[in-house]
């Protein structure tokens, strides 16, 4: 009974204790641990694809003495261009002017520098899905008065290109993680958690072959020779592993 009494009594003087100085404080130690143990690998996919699409730059260069006559010529060779292609086969749609500029042009031989004429620069960008016929626009284009074909590009469309992207980095990561394993294993290292993943896309197109001059007007003996090669799509895949 005594001893009740006591425990009682300390009881009360704690709870004194507490209401007069508020809770008594309390410490925990916190530590936070971080790995910095980290294994990574690299792994590389590819995939070639014959490109499905050419994409051709036309130029067209007019001077005349006045805007007028350079407009009419440029606008009478643009029309004449757009006709033919048509007539080849190529839509609306993928024959397109990218550029148009109008220029004056000086003498400065007398040191003045007086305007002598105006010049247009425009160009077309056409897209060709039949590479057959590839040869028949550049030449056609250069009988109707384009003077310059460049930029000539080949590619894969957008849905074609995704499918071959997907291969190349199913192939990347099977082989970085492959990898990760055997050194790995030869190493003595024991893997933990994939902590991380790093892609880089690298698509390249072999070299494409001319066999005759894609500028000045073509002639009846002259006839542009065009091989599009081959599309590679290259993807690195970066795999980072805890080690335990």
Same mark, same amino acid.
């Given at each position: 009974?005594?001893?009740?009494?006591?425990?009682?009594?300390?009881?009360?003087?704690?709870?004194?204790?507490?209401?007069?100085?508020?809770?008594?404080?309390?410490?925990?130690?916190?530590?936070?641990?971080?790995?910095?143990?980290?294994?990574?690998?690299?792994?590389?996919?590819?995939?070639?694809?014959?490109?499905?699409?050419?994409?051709?730059?036309?130029?067209?260069? %007019?001077? @005349?003495? *006045?805007?007028?006559?350079?407009?009419?010529?440029?606008?009478?060779? &643009?029309?004449?261009?757009?006709?033919?292609?048509? @007539?080849?086969?190529?839509?609306?749609?993928?024959?397109? *002017?990218?550029?148009?500029?109008?220029?004056?042009?000086?003498?400065?031989?007398?040191?003045? $520098?007086?305007?002598?004429?105006?010049? %247009?620069? *425009?160009?077309?960008?056409?897209?060709? *899905?039949?590479? +057959?016929? %590839?040869?028949?626009? %550049?030449?056609?284009?250069?009988? =109707? $008065?384009?003077?310059?074909?460049?930029?000539?590009?080949?590619?894969?469309? =957008?849905?074609?290109?995704?499918?071959?992207?997907?291969?190349?980095?199913?192939?990347?990561?099977?082989?970085? @993680?492959?990898?990760?394993? +055997?050194?790995?294993?030869?190493? $003595?290292?024991?893997?933990?958690?994939?902590?991380?993943?790093?892609?880089?896309?690298?698509?390249?197109?072999?070299?494409?072959?001319?066999?005759?001059?894609?500028?000045?007007?073509?002639? +009846?003996?002259?006839?542009?020779?065009?091989?599009? $090669?081959?599309?590679?799509?290259? &993807?690195?895949?970066?795999?980072?592993?805890?080690?335990?």
């Amino acid at each position: 009974m005594k001893r009740c009494g006591q425990i009682l009594l300390i009881s009360l003087a704690i709870l004194a204790l507490l209401k007069f100085f508020g809770p008594l404080p309390l410490s925990v130690n916190s530590i936070i641990t971080n790995k910095t143990n980290v294994f990574s690998v690299s792994g590389e996919g590819s995939v070639t694809a014959v490109p499905d699409t050419a994409t051709i730059n036309l130029g067209i260069t %007019i001077s @005349k003495p *006045t805007v007028k006559e350079a407009q009419t010529e440029a606008n009478l060779t &643009i029309k004449k261009i757009q006709e033919d292609l048509k @007539k080849l086969g190529i839509p609306d749609k993928n024959i397109k *002017t990218i550029n148009y500029n109008l220029n004056p042009t000086y003498d400065w031989s007398s040191g003045k $520098g007086g305007i002598t004429g105006y010049q %247009i620069n *425009t160009n077309l960008e056409v897209k060709v *899905t039949d590479f +057959d016929k %590839i040869n028949e626009v %550049i030449d056609i284009a250069t009988a =109707d $008065g384009a003077n310059l074909v460049g930029n000539l590009q080949f590619s894969v469309n =957008d849905d074609k290109l995704k499918e071959l992207q997907k291969q190349a980095r199913e192939e990347a990561v099977k082989q970085a @993680k492959q990898k990760a394993q +055997d050194l790995a294993n030869v190493s $003595g290292l024991k893997l933990g958690k994939l902590i991380d993943v790093q892609e880089a896309t690298t698509p390249s197109i072999r070299p494409l072959y001319l066999n005759a001059a894609t500028t000045g007007k073509a002639t +009846d003996q002259e006839e542009t020779k065009v091989a599009p $090669g081959e599309q590679e799509i290259k &993807i690195s895949i970066t795999l980072s592993y805890e080690t335990l």
